[in-house]
């Protein structure tokens, strides 16, 4: 079995804040550590269930953030930026299965420091389907026919995979109290629920269809202002639709939809204060 592992940080245990996730911060050299360690956790109990090949994705921020000399010998790390598939580069047809591990909860909903992308994002949707990160790479990972065997985060990241996935098996590391406090298990008891977690998910694998995509989807991402709609719609192909800060996109398939919200976010980014 070849699995592929996507590993962001805001729903990595006891990190409940920007100096936790900002490599400007105080927090951060503590939060990263933990982070692979969380990460080498699924990463072991994948290799301890037989599969063969393991291929890890960072996805948070940069993307440089696990310590490969801390992984397991035989972990494929995929990191840096840029990537064209930022969150699911590396993911294929070739996997048997993929792994959500450190996610947060979609834009506009309860989590710790849940957001989609960039915190100018309300809403994204796919169709009239509302998604935040793990939505949309599901949905890649659909589009090759993987299914997402496990999400590992935050009690809410739990609920929005629960929602959209069924049979998924999840990972709760810490309860939400605020977007900016939780209630956390420590890093010793969160590695022994995922190392459970992943066993268990990688031997119901057979009860996991994956999550397919529309055909022709549209994008469309509610942003917080207009001047992120105004950047956003520079990019050929979108429109606003009048009246809201919303700006869609009419993609050929998935891939296209998603590299299309990597630029419209990125674009959106560049809106200043005044």
């Known amino acids: 079995m070849k699995l592929y592992i996507s590993v962001d940080m805001e729903g990595i245990t006891g990190l409940v804040d920007h100096t936790h996730v900002d490599s400007d911060k105080s927090n951060y050299e503590r939060s990263r550590k933990i982070m692979t360690d969380e990460a080498n ?21 940069k993307m440089n953030n696990l310590l490969i000399e801390r992984l397991h010998p035989e972990t494929q790390l995929i990191t840096g930026d840029v990537k064209p598939f930022s969150m699911v580069q590396g993911l294929d047809g ?12 979609r834009a506009s909903l309860q989590g710790v420091m849940s957001h989609s992308m960039i915190f100018g ?7 009239d389907v509302a ?3 793990m939505g949309f790479n599901a949905y890649v990972a659909g589009y090759y026919d993987v299914p997402v065997l496990m999400v590992a985060g935050d009690d809410r990241a739990a609920i929005e995979a629960e929602q959209l996935i069924p049979n998924i098996t999840t990972a709760i590391v810490k309860e939400t109290i605020s977007r900016s406090a939780a209630k956390s298990l420590t890093p010793i008891k969160a590695g022994q629920i995922l190392r ?47 009246g809201t800060t919303t700006v869609r996109f009419q993609a050929q398939n ?4 998603y590299q299309a919200m990597l630029v419209m976010t990125e674009l959106a980014m560049r809106t200043t204060f005044c």
């Open 196 to 242: 459970e977690k992943t066993a268990l998910a990688i031997k119901n694998k057979g009860l996991m269809k994956p999550l397919t995509p529309p055909d022709r989807p549209l994008l469309g991402i509610e942003f917080a202002n207009y001047g992120q709609a105004e950047w956003a719609n520079l990019m050929p192909g979108t429109e606003i639709i009048p």
């Open 254 to 257: 998935i891939l296209e939809a």
């Open 41 to 61: 956790y699924v990463i072991t109990t994948a290799f301890e269930e037989e599969c063969k090949e393991v291929v890890v994705n960072d996805s948070h921020s």
């Open 131 to 133: 998604v935040g990160e």
């Open 94 to 105: 070739s996997f048997a299965g993929a792994m959500f591990v450190g996610y947060h909860a």
């Open 121 to 127: 994002v309300r809403n994204m949707y796919i169709n």
